[in-house]
């Protein structure tokens, strides 16, 4: 029974601190917005 102990702490601190990373780098780390465009081939912009 300890084993299963031993192994379910070590499952659950690997757990908690992947997600701890995956919080921490999706609040601090936001790219910056810029616009992108690209012409898309084979189509026409009607001039009027």
Known sequence: MPS????????????AIITGALYILATEFEPEPRTVTKPVPGVKVRSE
Not at 4 to 15: D, I, Q, T
Request: aromatic letters at 24%.
């Open 4 to 15: 299963l102990f031993r192994f379910l702490f070590v499952v659950g601190s690997a757990a």
